[in-house]
C-alpha cells in the first residue's frame, strides 16, 4: 500500500499534480490524502477584528474548503476510475508545512506530490513559496510537478550526487518501485574534477547500487564549476524524465532553490523533481 499526500489550493497546477500522481502510481494500491490547508486564507483578511468573526470566517472557509474537496475526489475518479486507488480528503486550519508533516506522521505517508507553483502562478520563477517551504521542511519525500507537465512513463532519471552520505533505505526502496514499475534508468551523476574516490564515496556508491537493483544505472562523472548549469545541461542532452535530489546542508537542491541563483541562470525545471529528505523515519 502506497500512501501519497497530494496539498491543493484548488489551481490548475495543483490538480495536474494529482493527475500526474495518479498516473505514477497506477500499478499499486494506494491512498491519496488531499490536502488543504487554509489558515493563511483566514488571516489574510486583516479587517477582522473580533474573535467571534473569525470563527464565523473559520466555519465558511472550511466549509467552502470541503465542497471543493469533493468536486476533485469527485473529478478525478472520473480521470482515473482505478480500482486500486481510494481518494481521502482533508481540510485543516494550519499552515500549509506543518498541516503535511503532522498529517504525513499521522498516515505514515510515502511521498508527497504537489504543483511547483500554486494559485498565483508568478511565471517569472521557478517554484512557489509554499512549494520551496515544502521542499525544504517536509518530512518524506516530495515530488514537484511543473505547471502543464503532461505525464509521460518516467524512462529516464538523474540523480546528482557527491556519495559522501549513506541515503536512507526507505527512501531508497520508493525510488527503486518506482524504477521497477517502468523499467527505468537512473543516472548518476558526480560532478567533480577529481574522479577519484574515497572509500567512503565508494562504499556509498555499492550502498546505491544494493538498494536501486530494479533500475539500470549509469554512474558518470563530469567536471562543472557551477553544479546547477551543469544538472541542466545534462538534462536537456540526456532527455531526462525525472530529477532526484536530496535535501542536506549545502547540497545541490539547496543552491538550486537559492532564488538569486534560479534567477542569474535563468533556471526554470520543465520536468518532475522528486527530492528526497534523507532522514530516518
Same mark, same amino acid.
Given at each position: 500500500?502506497?500512501?501519497? =499526500? ?11 499534480? &494529482? ?5 505514477? #502510481? ?5 491512498? @491519496?490524502?488531499? &490536502? ?5 486564507? =483566514? ?8 474573535? +467571534? ?19 476533485? %475526489? ?38 508527497? =506530490?504537489? /504543483?511547483?507553483? /500554486? ?7 521557478? #517554484? ?14 516530495? &515530488?514537484?510537478? *511543473? ?5 509521460? $512513463? ?6 546528482? !550526487? ?7 533505505? %526507505? ?8 524504477? /521497477? +514499475? @517502468?523499467?527505468? !534508468? ?13 572509500? %567512503? ?5 555499492? @550502498? ?10 549509469? @554512474? ?39 532564488? +538569486?541563483?534560479?534567477?542569474?541562470? /535563468?533556471?526554470?525545471?520543465?520536468? *518532475?523533481?522528486?527530492?528526497? $529528505?534523507?532522514?530516518? %523515519?
Amino acid at each position: 500500500m502506497r500512501k501519497v =499526500v497530494v496539498p491543493t489550493d484548488f489551481s490548475e497546477n495543483a490538480f495536474n499534480a &494529482l493527475k500526474y500522481a495518479c498516473q505514477l #502510481f497506477k500499478y499499486t494500491r494506494s491512498d @491519496f490524502y488531499i &490536502l488543504h490547508a487554509y489558515a493563511d486564507e =483566514v488571516y489574510q483578511q486583516d479587517r477582522i477584528v473580533k474573535r +467571534s468573526s473569525l470563527d464565523e470566517l473559520k466555519e465558511v472557509t472550511y466549509n467552502n474548503s470541503e465542497k471543493k474537496l469533493a468536486k476533485i %475526489r469527485k473529478d478525478i475518479f472520473e480521470y482515473s476510475p482505478n480500482p486500486r486507488h481510494k481518494f481521502k480528503s482533508v481540510s485543516a486550519f494550519g499552515t500549509l508545512t506543518d498541516e503535511i508533516n503532522d498529517l504525513v506522521n499521522l498516515e505514515n505517508a510515502d511521498i508527497v =506530490v504537489m /504543483g511547483t507553483r /500554486g494559485e498565483t502562478n508568478d511565471r517569472t520563477i521557478t #517554484f512557489g513559496s509554499n512549494t520551496v517551504q515544502v521542499l525544504k521542511y517536509v518530512q518524506c519525500p516530495v &515530488l514537484a510537478i *511543473p505547471e502543464n507537465y503532461k505525464y509521460h $512513463q518516467p524512462r529516464e532519471l538523474l540523480f546528482p !550526487s557527491d556519495y559522501m552520505v549513506p541515503y536512507k533505505r %526507505r527512501e531508497l526502496k520508493l525510488l527503486c518501485e518506482l524504477t /521497477g +514499475s @517502468f523499467k527505468s !534508468s537512473i543516472h548518476m551523476l558526480y560532478i567533480n574534477s577529481t574522479k577519484k574516490l574515497s572509500l %567512503r564515496q565508494e562504499d556509498n556508491m555499492s @550502498f546505491l547500487k544494493e538498494c536501486l537493483y530494479k533500475a539500470d544505472l549509469f @554512474f558518470e562523472t563530469i567536471e562543472g564549476k557551477d553544479k546547477t548549469v551543469a544538472i541542466t545541461k545534462y538534462i536537456v542532452h540526456k532527455e531526462i524524465d525525472l530529477l532526484i535530489m536530496v535535501n542536506s546542508r549545502h547540497s545541490h537542491l539547496e543552491q538550486m532553490l537559492h532564488q +538569486s541563483t534560479i534567477e542569474k541562470i /535563468g533556471l526554470h525545471i520543465k520536468i *518532475p523533481f522528486l527530492v528526497l $529528505q534523507n532522514l530516518s %523515519r
